[in-house]
């Protein structure tokens, strides 16, 4: 098995990278104490994808889309989030229309001699 926490991924071979994948899954199994089977019936898979999916010779987004799911592992897809971000001068723009300060309410309306 592959070390599947250290790597630079840009000097891997798709092979390399889909078995990665693969140990990903396998690893959390079996961290997890969960079977094959288990584990395949949880995801809506067959056992025989699941082995093929571990052992890196079939691979498909949605499999491992399911087997995060059944891992409770979704949480890693978190690196694919796009945020948007706001440049500075967007920002500044926007805090120009802001109040700089307070003034008094239509209730107070100042009366001649009453010092509020």
């Excluded at 890693?76 to 796009?82: D, P």
Aim: hydrophobic share 40%.
């Amino acid at each position: 098995m592959m070390d599947i926490y250290n790597k630079e991924w840009q000097i891997l071979s798709d092979a390399a990278i889909i078995e990665s994948l693969g140990s990903f899954i396998k690893h959390h199994r079996l961290e997890q104490n969960i079977t094959q089977s288990d584990l395949a019936q949880k995801a809506n898979i067959n056992r025989s994808t699941l082995s093929e999916f571990e052992r890196g010779t079939r691979v498909n987004m949605i499999t491992f889309i399911q087997l995060l799911r059944a891992l409770d592992l979704l949480h890693t897809l978190e690196a694919f989030t796009v945020q948007k971000q706001i440049s500075p001068l967007e920002l500044a723009k926007k805090s120009d229309g802001r109040r700089q300060r307070a003034s008094r309410s239509s209730d107070q309306v100042e009366e001649p001699g009453v010092d509020w």
